[in-house]
């Protein structure tokens, strides 16, 4: 199993408040805005995201990480066996990703994810 990626969330309820600094000031681009989630960074060979959320999606709260893997199943798995707490139990959201949440040693929520 490999990590593709790993992105900040920021829990707002002003998601649009991002566009003017991480946009306009810094040059990212929006690479996915849904309402509830917006998220620039950039689709260069360095990998840079952040996403502004309201909400976690499906009614989650957020994530303070999300990181990316090419196989979500092994992931799953290797946290079970770690006794990591699943906080939100694997699933195939709606918008096409399949993923979970699970607590990190320091409490942090973190979102583990594959794109379908």
């Known amino acids: 199993m490999k990590v593709k990626r790993i ?8 998601t649009k408040d991002a566009k ?8 990212l681009e ?9 998220t620039y960074g950039s689709n260069s060979k360095s990998m840079v995201q952040i ?9 989650t709260p957020v994530p303070d990480l999300s990181i990316e893997v ?12 770690g006794k ?7 699933t195939d959201e709606p918008w096409g990703v399949r993923r979970f949440f699970v607590r990190d040693p320091f409490g942090k929520l973190v979102n583990i994810l594959s794109h379908k």
């Open 70 to 81: 090419d196989d979500v199943e092994e992931a799953y798995k290797r946290m079970k066996k």
């Open 30 to 38: 929006v690479l996915m805005d849904m309402d509830w989630i917006c």
């Open 7 to 14: 992105v900040a969330n920021i829990q707002t309820k002003k």
């Open 51 to 59: 996403s502004f959320m309201e909400e976690g999606g499906s009614g």
């Open 84 to 90: 990591f707490k699943i906080e939100y139990d694997i």
């Open 20 to 27: 003017r600094f991480y946009e306009k000031a810094l040059g």
